[in-house]
């Protein structure tokens, strides 16, 4: 394992106990704080952390049972009785850092069901799964008060085939003085052992299930699925009858396995044309996936009274995404203003297109008519108009808007704005006028569990004989790490990019996406002029399609030096 430096705060603790309070006070930082320790600090209270947090924060839903606690559970029951009765914590969490198992027990250290820096400020499980290596937190470094006397040591726990991090294992205790933490290499080697148990189940559940594909297609031409989340073993046959629709539903069933009632047929989507007959994999009495028999239906057209697919952009099911989308449609059911704001590309002219519903509306946009001079002398006022990008209006344009609702407050006006761009003060108070009636839509990158519902949905169908495109285990984690700056609209060119222009057969692998999804986020804490370099050589990579010799000379460096600060962001 690597191991992080020494934590700072072992050698200055007395004045990290005084930074803090003048930090939590409003007061400027003294000199000699580590500018980690204070970033955690800041991050905390951008994220509306309370530091005299008493009750527990409420855990997010989590699954009842894991690959990472079936494994991690025997190696830590056996390590429990090491910890020391009434000295030490022993605690397990997935890769949310929801809590999933804890042992033994500190004085004056409570419960707690999720250690994310967004719920309780800076920790150590959370620094080891930013940095990917083992890390300490000591007393004052802790943001929360009821943390001040807790040292923490944690280690990530990497998949065996992926790389990627499971969750993490943190042993907590009271406030100590050595540095590293003395039960630092315990943690290691437990986490070290839970890793060999994750191999060795790897390699039961792959034959496992490659036995029960085996058995379900009898060498006959059979339509026969089998997954696990992890591994999909697809017959000839069933590559022709699957849809992207019927593999999600698939990939759904396989992931929920352990529900008693997996067992029979699968529910389709209308017009799916074939039915699926679902058996559980089971090893050593638990469902680790799942075996899936395809057969045609007799009439495979679609009925025509099946409701319509919802557009690609609206696909989520997500609780950020679905309180948005039902807000909006809650609002737009009255005939008053309406105002859609969010980052570019998170869905909001496709939202507003789904409010509009059949009635023939007028369409303005800003971006090419500042003015609104071509657009509202032809508005008829029972017909809805939908403004989009309303940060490009001119000063014209706002007073043209600003009229229309003066002689017209009843018309049924939806108003997209993209917010980022400083806003003059006439368009301000345009914005302020609406803003009673607006719903916000989340980013991508704060509802990354509809990543997998979005990706069918983005696909365009393959041509007819052709498979569906398909992602690895891997690849949908790498896209799910990624920030997405140009939310599902960036999602969708990557998408169909890989659809039209890929030449490898199966599952699209990690390696196939571009670099910046590829390469995730940073693994350390960036300054603002990394930042920076980072988005200019990702965008000059996405430009001139992942080639790092053009995109170094587009830059105007050589490659060496790009290769050098690309390995420099993920240290």
Same mark, same amino acid.
């Given at each position: 394992m690597t191991t992080t430096d020494p934590s700072p705060g072992t050698t200055a603790r007395p004045t990290l106990r005084v930074a803090r309070e003048r930090f939590l006070s409003g007061y400027p930082l003294p000199e000699g704080v580590p500018e980690e320790v204070a970033a955690a600090w800041r991050r905390a209270r951008f994220f509306g952390v309370r530091h005299d947090l008493e009750e527990p924060p409420a855990c997010p839903s989590r699954p009842r049972e894991s690959e990472l606690l079936g494994a991690a559970r025997p190696v830590l029951d056996r390590i429990v009785p090491a910890l020391g009765t009434g000295r030490s914590l022993l605690i397990l969490t997935d890769e949310r850092l929801r809590v999933l198992w804890t042992a /033994?027990?500190?004085?004056?250290?409570?419960?707690?069901?999720?250690?994310?820096?967004?719920?309780?400020?800076?920790?150590? *499980?959370?620094?080891?799964?930013?940095?990917?290596?083992? +890390?300490?937190?000591?007393?004052?470094?802790?943001?929360?008060?009821?943390?001040?006397?807790?040292? #923490?040591?944690?280690?990530?726990?990497l998949g065996p085939e992926s790389g990627q991090v499971l969750g993490t294992l943190t042993v907590a205790s009271r406030l100590c003085a050595a540095a590293p933490h003395p039960q630092a290499a315990?943690?290691?080697?437990?986490?070290?052992?839970?890793?060999?148990?994750?191999? #060795?189940?790897?390699?039961?559940?792959? =034959?496992?299930?490659?036995? +029960?594909?085996? =058995?379900? *297609?009898? /060498?006959?031409?059979?339509?026969? *699925?089998?997954l696990d989340g992890r591994n999909r073993l697809v017959s000839d046959a069933a590559q022709r009858l699957l849809t992207p629709e019927v593999l999600g539903v698939l990939e759904r069933t396989a992931a929920g396995a352990g529900d008693p009632d997996v067992t029979g047929f699968a529910e389709l989507p209308e017009g799916a044309g074939c039915t699926a007959r679902v058996t559980p994999v089971r090893l050593d009495g638990t469902a680790i996936g799942i075996v899936a028999v395809l057969e045609p239906l007799d009439d495979p057209a679609p009925s025509a009274t099946s409701s319509p697919c919802p557009p690609a952009a609206l696909t989520g099911s997500s609780v950020p995404w679905r309180h948005a989308v039902g807000r909006a449609m809650e609002l737009a059911r009255s005939r008053e203003p309406l105002l859609l704001t969010g980052e570019r590309g998170t869905g909001k002219s496709a939202l507003a297109w789904e409010l509009l519903g059949p009635d023939p509306a007028r369409i303005a946009d800003a971006a090419q008519d500042a003015g609104l001079d071509r657009t509202l002398p032809a508005w008829q006022p029972d017909r809805p108009l939908l403004l989009r990008h309303a940060e490009r209006l001119a000063q014209s344009g706002v007073a043209a808007l600003n009229s229309l609702l003066d002689q017209h407050p009843d018309a049924r006006l939806l108003v997209t704005h993209t917010p980022g761009a400083p806003v003059g003060p006439c368009l301000q108070r345009l914005l302020d006028k609406l803003s009673a009636r607006s719903v916000t839509l989340p980013p991508l990158r704060e509802r990354t569990e509809d990543i997998r519902d979005l990706l069918p949905a983005l696909t365009p169908r393959p041509a007819p004989g052709q498979p569906p495109l398909t992602w690895t285990l891997d690849a949908l984690r790498a896209?799910?790490?990624?920030?997405?700056? /140009?939310?599902?609209?960036?999602?969708?060119?990557?998408?169909?990019?890989?659809?039209?222009?890929?030449?490898?057969? @199966?599952?699209?692998?990690?390696?196939?996406?571009?670099? +910046?999804?590829?390469?995730?986020?940073?693994?350390?804490?960036?300054?603002?002029?990394?930042? #920076?370099?980072?988005?200019?050589?990702?965008?000059?990579?996405?430009?001139?399609? /992942?080639?790092?010799?053009? #995109?170094?000379? +587009?830059?105007?460096? @050589?490659?060496?030096?790009?290769?050098?600060k690309l390995r420099g962001y993920r240290r």
């Open positions: /033994g027990k500190v004085p004056g250290v409570g419960a707690c069901t999720v250690l994310s820096e967004q719920e309780v400020g800076n920790n150590s *499980a959370a620094l080891a799964l930013r940095t990917r290596s083992r +890390a300490e937190v000591h007393g004052p470094e802790h943001y929360l008060d009821r943390w001040q006397e807790v040292s #923490a040591v944690s280690v990530p726990v315990f943690v290691e080697a437990a986490v070290a052992a839970v890793e060999t148990e994750l191999r #060795a189940r790897a390699g039961r559940g792959e =034959r496992a299930l490659l036995d +029960a594909y085996m =058995r379900a *297609a009898r /060498g006959q031409d059979r339509a026969v *699925a089998a896209l799910e790490l990624y920030p997405w700056p /140009g939310n599902v609209t960036e999602l969708a060119h990557v998408v169909r990019a890989l659809a039209e222009h890929r030449r490898a057969s @199966g599952p699209v692998r990690r390696s196939e996406l571009p670099d +910046a999804v590829r390469e995730g986020p940073a693994a350390r804490p960036l300054s603002p002029m990394e930042h #920076a370099e980072r988005a200019a050589i990702l965008e000059a990579l996405r430009r001139h399609g /992942g080639n790092k010799a053009r #995109a170094a000379a +587009a830059l105007g460096i @050589g490659r060496a030096t790009l290769y050098r």
